[in-house]
Structures are given as structure tokens and as C-alpha cells.
């Protein structure tokens, strides 16, 4: 069964700092793997999607990696601001386009 | 542009009463559509997706149930409500040839 994991659970950093967020998964046979972002008491924004046989994906400040062998990826957020305060969530796309999600990072940058 | 609604936006209701969320999607044809479950401080749990009418699939046993009468519709009912159905109701879409799921703006149910 894919369990997907998500570390730091909570993360609080001065506006400006350069951050990462990882996300693990323990069966490596995804189709892609994706990030979101959550505002409180809302849905989910797609942020960057990474196929399996892609290394990784960059949009403006973001920037995600995945290394399917050893299960691993990361998002790193450049210069953070205070609008980037979210929980951050990682999801693995399994067969049949079922997403597996992992629990989330909630994301606090002071100003 | 395709957009997806869900509602009612928030809903409170007593153990044992009925449920019927509503999900519908525009600016598409045939897409796949989802069911997950947020409960608190935990990820979100796929409960049912749909690939056409009709077509339902379960991923785990519960006290709901899922119906897709059109095309861009797709509900999301209960016959009794249980306190543990509280949670943050979120439906989704996708084509199937491009797979990025896009999400609803979610329901947050409190059964009490």
C-alpha cells in the first residue's frame, strides 16, 4: 500500500528565507507525483506537477524535484513572502489517476 | 474555462439525518470525477471516483455513497449521518488524458 509522508508537519520562517518542504513515498511505482497548495477552509491550487521520468519542474519561485528510485521529492520556495503561507500538500499518482496525498506542511512566513 | 462548484459551502447536521452534497462541473465533457475526505491534521482520503455516468467505484467501506446522474455531476449522499463523517468534503476533476486533478472549493460538514 502507498503511504505518502510529509516532513516538517509545521514550518515558520522570516519573510525572505529560502525554504524546503520534502515529501516521501514508499512504493516508487507512481505515474507523476504533484504539489499543492491549501488556504485554510478552502480547495486545493495544483502548484507543479513532476512525471516519473522527470527529474523536476520550476515555476516563478518554486521549484520541485522528484527521485522516484529513492521515493523522495522536494519543494523549495525562493525569497518566501507572507502570501506564501499555506499548508503545502504532496500527492502520488497511482494507477487509474487515484491520488495518494500525504497529510501536508503548514507554512507560516512572518513579515 | 472549465470551473467546478460544489455546495452547500458548509453544513451542520445531527447524527442519523441524511446527507447529499452536490458537485458539478463546467467547460468539460466526460471528465473523471472524485470524492476525497479531509478530516483533521490528516491527508486526504480518495472515498470514490467516477468515469462516466453511472460508473461508481468505492475505495473504502463507509457510510456514504456516491451517484453520478450526468455527465458533470456527481453527489455524495449518506442515509444516516455518523459523527465520524465529519470533515472537509472536497470533489475534483480530471481529463482522463491529462490527469491534473483540479479541485472544488470544498464542503466542511459538522455532524453533531
Known amino acids: 500500500k502507498q503511504e505518502v509522508t510529509q516532513i516538517p508537519a509545521a514550518l515558520s520562517v522570516p519573510e525572505g528565507e529560502n525554504l524546503v518542504l520534502n515529501c516521501s513515498f514508499t512504493d516508487s511505482a507512481i505515474y507523476n507525483l504533484q504539489w499543492f497548495r491549501q488556504d485554510p477552509g478552502k480547495g486545493l491550487t495544483s502548484l507543479l506537477l513532476i512525471q516519473s521520468s522527470q527529474r523536476e519542474q520550476t515555476s516563478g519561485r518554486l521549484n520541485a524535484s522528484l527521485d522516484k528510485s529513492s521515493g523522495r521529492s522536494t519543494l523549495y520556495i525562493a525569497a518566501s513572502q507572507p502570501g506564501d503561507s499555506a499548508t503545502y500538500l504532496c500527492a502520488v499518482r497511482l494507477q487509474g489517476n487515484k491520488l495518494v496525498f500525504g497529510a501536508g506542511t503548514i507554512l507560516r512566513v512572518k513579515s | 474555462s472549465q470551473t467546478i462548484h460544489q455546495w452547500p459551502a458548509t453544513l451542520v447536521q445531527p447524527v442519523g439525518s441524511p446527507l447529499s452534497l452536490e458537485c458539478t462541473v463546467e467547460g468539460t465533457s466526460n471528465p473523471n470525477l472524485y470524492w476525497y475526505r479531509q478530516a483533521a491534521g490528516r491527508g486526504l482520503q480518495l472515498l470514490f471516483y467516477?468515469?462516466?455516468?453511472?460508473?461508481i467505484s468505492s475505495e473504502v467501506p463507509q457510510n456514504l455513497s456516491a451517484s453520478r446522474p450526468q455527465d458533470r455531476q456527481f453527489i455524495l449522499s449518506s442515509k444516516k449521518l455518523l459523527l465520524s463523517d465529519s470533515g472537509f468534503y472536497l470533489c475534483?476533476?480530471?481529463?482522463?488524458?491529462?490527469?491534473?486533478?483540479?479541485f472544488g472549493p470544498g464542503t466542511r460538514l459538522t455532524v453533531l
Open positions: 467516477s468515469v462516466g455516468i453511472g460508473q
Open positions: 475534483a476533476w480530471s481529463q482522463i488524458e491529462i490527469h491534473t486533478q483540479y
